[in-house]
């Protein structure tokens, strides 16, 4: 009787949000339905809640007489400023919160928004070469506790409201924005959860399918699929040690319960890819042996060879909420999980700092076993649609909406619709059009269906079929795969292998135009590439031979006694003679610190390359609008091409993104 109450009121919450096709309030990690689940527990002292209640409010932060530590106007991490004082203050607005909700005592109300308003009226940065780490783990516990006081009746005021997301839409997201591309997977995780977060706090839609379409398509090792590498379950994390490991999955899975109150199966997505890295890691904590590949991450900094025993045993707080979801929820099979999950039940806190909730007994523990997916509901619209140039066609993929029986796919070749119907009843949530045109720009939505109705249209998507006339992509040098340019309608992807420009043989992804008498191209890199050994530039070329005549400008990651930190520098070099050496042409120009924080390429730049006649000027820019000269050649060639290159500058891919790319 108790589960099908729970499902009505879960319907009832779905319902209204395809109806609406708003966010779902409180919808970070706690509905109304769980607050009431979690009151409703512990007023008849139910197992194992009442239990996980009862560790719960003996914490010193979960008191209405709690002392707060802060605020600060600075806080920062490696080097430290004040992350103890903000994470423990984090930790106690959340948790007063949510006694708030359970007890309807409002005293920890009025101490969850005292602890709120004074870091939201005073905290104006997040520093260290860590500020990433700071800005998504604290702060997450921060989001969560806003938006439980905020649609529960606490009397929260309107302009301390306001105030509040003003904060997090500009102190804590400017620093995680860009997520993590260039650190371990935790990083990216831990910066997806908290953008994620705001974005359902402050109704960003924006936001919230930038962060989606990271979490099944970034660059970085948090997407889920780098981190979760294969189907075995291994993790990008494995071969360092296991309290990293269990942190980065615990925390995409916090992402995917975000989506789930949003109407969204991001816990299935990729044939339930995360249940099989958490049972991986379950496993091997557990004691038990698990295979294991010898695999190079995605920045090319972190190479493993054997999975890793440090930290081996000790359970995070992090197997409830997934064995609820799989197992409670979904009534499909955990075995590792559930093991990890009773073992340590009921559930503590999220150690250390802010790194967790925590407390999954309390806060996830469901009925008996059950079907919450069922065609019950009006599905809510698909999201994080990602759309990609294959050859002659143009390939979908989505997440899935809870409760999605089938698809109906539009189309148009003008942004922002009329759409028309490409094709109906489709059944699984990728799609291949093959009726497009080579260089032309298509702009696609998706809408889910059940027997209850349609959804409304889900983000618009643009993609262009190959690249447009007369631009051609080609492979320069030796290379192990092929790159790949895509376009957006704004932005081009550089997807690369290769070495660069090397001293005689070069080896990289390059996309040009025919080469010109007179001719100028600008371009704008966008922040965060993958790795920290990739080079890009403009290039003109003779041909597309390894050893061509060729004038580049181009940046470069320059070797430093830090591999996390190189020495970004923009140059201009040209070979004279088809298999002679590169020559330097200028002086190499270290990147203003606007483009670079900490040796990480985190802010745009500009490049320009002007030819009149065989006369050829470079220049770089941090804004766009003032132009610093960066060298000047002869070229000694007049036919060949004129383009962008990118190159990884390892074994594994690169992604560059470019914008604002003019030819002229």
């Given at each position: ?19 609406s ?33 009862k ?37 106690a ?9 359970i ?7 009025e ?25 998504g783990?604290?702060?997450f ?36 924005k860009?997520?993590?591309?260039f ?37 970085g ?68 042996e ?28 992090v ?16 075995a ?7 073992k ?9 700092g ?53 698809y ?24 291949e ?7 032309k ?30 631009w ?34 070069d ?9 010109k ?7 704008r ?14 290039s ?33 070099s ?12 200028n ?54 091409w ?23």
């Open positions: 009787m108790k589960r099908k109450i729970q499902l009505i009121a879960l319907l009832i919450v779905f319902s209204a949000l395809a109806k096709q708003t966010f779902v309030h409180p919808g970070i990690l706690h509905s109304q339905e769980d607050l009431e689940r979690m009151k409703k527990a512990v007023a008849a002292k139910e197992e194992p809640i009442h239990s996980g209640y560790l719960f409010s003996e914490n010193p932060v979960s008191q209405s007489n709690y002392t707060m530590q802060g605020p600060m106007e600075m806080v920062g991490r490696n080097p430290t400023v004040g992350q103890a004082v903000y994470d423990t203050d984090a930790n607005a959340h948790h007063n919160a949510i006694q708030w909700a007890t309807g005592d409002r005293a920890y109300a101490k969850a928004i005292e602890i709120i308003n004074a870091w939201s009226h005073s905290l104006k940065s997040i520093t260290g070469r860590d500020a990433v780490l700071m800005a783990l604290g702060p516990k921060m989001v969560n506790a806003a938006e439980i006081i905020r649609y529960t009746n606490a009397g929260w005021k309107e302009q301390d409201i306001r105030k509040t997301e003003l904060h997090f839409r500009e102190v804590i997201y400017p620093v995680i860009n997520y993590a591309p650190a371990n997977g935790n990083w990216d995780a831990a910066a997806l959860k908290t953008v994620m977060a705001i974005a359902v706090f402050c109704s960003d839609k924006p936001m919230f399918e930038d962060a989606l379409r990271y979490y099944v398509n970034g660059h090792n948090g997407r889920l699929t780098h981190y979760v590498i294969n189907e075995e379950g291994q993790i990008q994390e494995s071969g360092r040690d296991q309290g990293h490991t269990q942190l980065g999955i615990g925390m995409l899975a916090e992402c995917s319960e975000i989506a789930w109150k949003q109407g969204l199966n991001l816990y299935g997505y990729n044939n339930n890819r995360l249940l099989k890295g958490f049972e991986y890691v379950a496993k091997f904590n557990l004691g038990n698990v295979p294991f590949v010898e695999t190079l991450d995605h920045t090319g900094k972190y190479h493993h060879k054997a999975i890793a025993r440090q930290d081996r045993g000790p359970l995070r707080a197997y409830e909420q997934v064995y609820n979801h799989y197992v409670r929820r979904m009534g499909l099979q955990a590792f999980t559930r093991q990890a999950a009773e340590i039940r009921p559930e503590g806190p999220g150690k250390p802010a790194d967790h909730p925590g407390y999954g007994t309390l806060f996830f523990s469901l009925p008996a076993p059950g079907n919450a997916a069922a065609d019950s509901r009006t599905p809510v619209a698909p999201a994080g649609v990602i759309a990609e140039a294959k050859g002659r066609a143009i390939a979908l993929s989505w997440i899935e909406p809870i409760g999605a029986k089938t109906i796919l539009r189309r148009s070749e003008k942004k922002g619709g009329p759409y028309n119907v490409l094709s109906r009843n489709i059944l699984t949530t990728n799609y059009d093959l009726t497009v045109k080579e260089g720009i298509y702009y696609y939505v998706v809408s889910s269906s059940n027997g209850r109705g349609e959804s409304n249209l889900s983000q618009e998507v643009a993609v262009s079929a190959g690249l447009p006339h007369p051609k992509q080609m492979s320069i040098g030796e290379l192990d795969h092929g790159g790949s340019t895509h376009l957006d309608g704004r932005n081009y992807t550089f997807t690369a292998w290769g070495k660069g420009l090397d001293s005689l043989n080896s990289y992804h390059f996309a040009a135009v025919p080469l008498q007179d001719m100028e191209i600008t371009l890199y966008v922040p965060q590439l993958s790795s920290q050994f990739s080079s890009f530039g403009i003109i070329r003779e041909s597309e031979s390894k050893q061509s005549r060729h004038l580049s400008l181009s940046i470069n990651p320059g070797k430093t006694e830090l591999i996390e930190a190189p020495a970004w520098h923009a140059r201009l040209q070979r004279l003679k088809s298999g002679q050496p590169l020559q330097l042409l002086l190499v120009q270290k990147l203003p610190d606007t483009a670079v924080t900490f040796g990480r390429l985190t802010g745009y730049y500009w490049l320009r390359l002007k030819k009149e006649g065989s006369a050829v000027k470079a220049y770089v820019s941090s804004n766009g609008q003032a132009w610093t000269p960066a060298g000047s050649a002869i070229l000694n060639f007049q036919k060949g004129l383009g962008i290159f990118a190159a990884s500058g390892m074994a594994n891919e690169t992604v560059v993104n470019f914008d604002n790319i003019q030819v002229r």
